[in-house]
């Protein structure tokens, strides 16, 4: 029937493994990446949107990661996925006085622009000099872990040390204590239990709530046309 020749559809474009059989699931410019957020958006497309009869095909058109919650993105063609979804995506935080900050309290916070390479994680902001945070070890911190709040839970984390957090306090221009903190490789987040898969470890980053989001061009281009008749 058309539910399962569009689930059908939609499960042959999810994943592609690279040669060599990585544990990593990899994203391409072909594939459609499966989460809670997925299963919302298939299940509104599957009865609001598909054609009765037809088969439906996805692309991906653009995958963006954002290693520091609420901090500038990366745009790739292609990438991994792993226990708490895209590699690297919100995987550290800025906290004042242990409670997450977003772009909600830190609007300039979006101007602090991220590159990874193979050994650093490399931000750069307005009138601030390039701050490199260490990806491997020996350089990695792995201590001191501090609990952090973030909506309403306490999770502990890696503190990323003095320089880190001078190089935000400095550039928030804050009161209060301003850390930049990692999450740990035993990171326990989960899901919300409302929206728990079954049979799914059902780990989350710091992102708001799930592992992974998916939107559509046509929503973005509605949103930004309402958004330039509202500043109009």
Partial sequence: NNANSTFESINKALFSSPEGGSNMVYLSDYSI??????????SYFLFFGADKGKETS???????????KSCGGISLKSHQVGRFGLLNDRKWMVVCDGNFLTLRQEPSMWLIKPTLN??????????MPKLSIPLQAPNRKEEPLINVTIWQTDHWAVDEGEEAAQWFKSYLKREGEIRLVRQRDDHDRLVSEK???KESENLVSFADGFPLLVTSEASLSDLNQRMAQNSG
């Fill in 33 to 42: 990446p499966i989460a809670i957020a997925f299963v919302s958006f298939a």
């Fill in 118 to 127: 193979e050994k650093d994680l490399v931000l750069e902001a307005p009138g």
């Fill in 58 to 68: 996805f692309r991906i058109k653009e995958i963006t990661i954002y290693p520091i």
């Fill in 195 to 197: 929206y728990r898969a």
